[in-house]
Nanobody, 120 residues
Framework: QVQLVESGGGLVQPGGSLRLSCAVR????????MAWYRQAPGNQRDLVAG???????NYADSVKGRFTISKDSAKNTVYLQMTSLKPEDTAVYYC??????????????WGQGTQVTVSS
C-alpha cells in the first residue's frame, strides 16, 4: 500500500519559517519524481516545487529564493523548507509522487495535505 504522510504544517508569523516533511512508503522512492503542491480555498492546486528522479529542481516563480525542496533517500522522505513566509503562502500543502514509464503509463500518488497558515 502506498502512503505519503505530510507533517510540519502550522501557524507561523509573516517572515517566519517552516519545514514540511513527506514520508513515503510502498514505492521505490528514487524511481519517482517528487513535488509539493498547494491549494488555497477557492483556488486550484498549484505546483510549488518539484524534484525529479535525477535531482533536478523547479520552483513556482512566487517561491523562488524562499523555498527549497530536498530529499533524504535513506529515510524515504522529501522536505520543503519554507522561509520568509508571506500571508499569500497560506494553503494546504500536498506531497506528490509521480512516475511515467516509457510506454506512457503514469503512476501518481498524493498525501492527505498539511495546513500552513501565515498570519500575525
Amino acid at each position: 500500500q502506498v502512503q505519503l504522510v505530510e507533517s510540519g504544517g502550522g501557524l507561523v508569523q509573516p517572515g517566519g519559517s517552516l519545514r514540511l516533511s513527506c514520508a513515503v512508503r510502498g514505492i521505490i522512492f528514487n524511481n519517482y519524481a517528487m513535488a509539493w503542491y498547494r491549494q488555497a480555498p477557492g483556488n486550484q492546486r498549484d505546483l510549488v516545487a518539484g524534484l525529479d528522479s535525477g535531482g533536478r529542481t523547479n520552483y513556482a516563480d512566487s517561491v523562488k529564493g524562499r523555498f527549497t525542496i530536498s530529499k533524504d533517500s535513506a529515510k524515504n522522505t522529501v522536505y520543503l523548507q519554507m522561509t520568509s513566509l508571506k500571508p499569500e503562502d497560506t494553503a494546504v500543502y500536498y506531497c506528490d509522487a509521480r512516475r511515467t514509464l516509457a510506454d506512457g503509463r503514469e503512476y501518481a500518488y498524493w498525501g492527505q495535505g498539511t495546513q500552513v497558515t501565515v498570519s500575525s
